[in-house]
């Protein structure tokens, strides 16, 4: 049995909580709880009849749980996963790893200075269709790429960033590109490979944040392939889609539903003997937006811990797609093409005032 405890207890820690504590993942259990505000703590530890603390030290202390699970405020991750590294436990953040390149290099050099491993949570690369797509184009059967799109069309009404003053704000959060679709930028540089150029414009459309609520992206991959991102929050009246499509010179895929969860397209010109299963088995759409990832996730991660192997998204691995979303937001700022790699200068992300 793997030990779990949560720095954390918002929003995202009911979900971690429930699989954790509820026997739903083989080999874990939920040690403990931890939130500044204590009511939140509370609420979890009684719930699931677990020690709850306002402290992560004295969480970590007491307890000596063997995974911690950072799942703070976006822009507090690097203070939390560099102060419970001391303690030599796994550490998983929840995404984005940081709002800063400065704060992700810091992390990981936390980490491996201590020899401890570090999971950033990207569950929709363990969607089914996403697995399915991944291991097509490991086989190779887009051939060249040609064009990758992905579009986040959510609905984050008023309320929804009024319930805690972080939301919006460029030191804590920043707007829908770090924030909600942080997923699908990571899918699609995830699959296209890396990127070469960045060209962006973004609008805070309909609500009242200091960060943008929708952005549209031009992005060149160093294959030569194009890519367009389309993210927003103010899509009305509801969440419509999360999806990510992917043209080759021999296949075509899409993937959609509200969490990159449903298989709509799935056409090769060299047609495979279990291409005619793949549109019923692998288009799941889900209830929410948050997707059935958490779980394969945790499997994912329990594999990887009990036999030693390596994590999909480690530290570097998350540092990339924050790389790509800082020159983005460099883009924004500059009006101008960003190449890759490069370091902010005018980007506002993660920048306390
Ligand atoms: N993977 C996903 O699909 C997904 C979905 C939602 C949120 N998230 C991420 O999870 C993180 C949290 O989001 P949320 O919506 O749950 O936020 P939230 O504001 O609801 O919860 C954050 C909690 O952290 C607590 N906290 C802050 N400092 C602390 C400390 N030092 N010790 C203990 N607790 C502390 C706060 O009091 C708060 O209760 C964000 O980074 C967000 O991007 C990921």
Known sequence: MLRFALVGCGRIAKRHAELLAQGQIAHAEL??????????????????????FEDMHRMMSAIRPDVAVVLTESGRHAEHVIGLAKYRCNIIVEKPMAL?????????????????????????RFNVPVVKLREALEQGRFGRLVLGTVRVRWCRTQAYYDQD???????????????????????????????????????????????????????????????????????????????????????????GGFAVNEMKMWKFAQPDANDENVMARYSVNPPNVYGFGHQAYYEHVIDCIRNNKQQLVDGLEGRKSLELISAIYESIETGREVQLRFRPSRCRLGVRR
């Open 100 to 124: 800063t390149l400065d704060d992700a290099d810091a992390m990981i050099r936390a980490c491996d200075g201590v020899g401890v491993r570090l999971f950033v949570v990207k569950q929709n």
């Open 165 to 255: 003053p972080w939301r919006g704000t460029w030191a804590l959060d920043g707007g829908v590109l770090s924030n909600q679709a942080s997923h699908h930028v990571d899918l699609l540089e995830w699959m296209m490979g890396d990127v070469d150029s960045v060209f962006a414009k973004s609008a805070t459309a309909l609500a009242r944040i200091e960060a943008e609520d929708t952005a549209v992206v031009v992005l060149r991959f160093c294959s030569g392939a194009l890519g367009i991102i389309e993210a927003t929050t103010a899509a009305r009246p509801t969440d419509l889609e999360g999806s990510i499509s992917l043209l080759g010179e021999f296949g075509s895929v899409e993937i």
């Open 31 to 52: 040690a403990a709880v931890c939130d500044v505000v204590p009511a939140k703590a509370e609420r979890i530890g009684t719930r699931f009849s677990i020690p709850h």
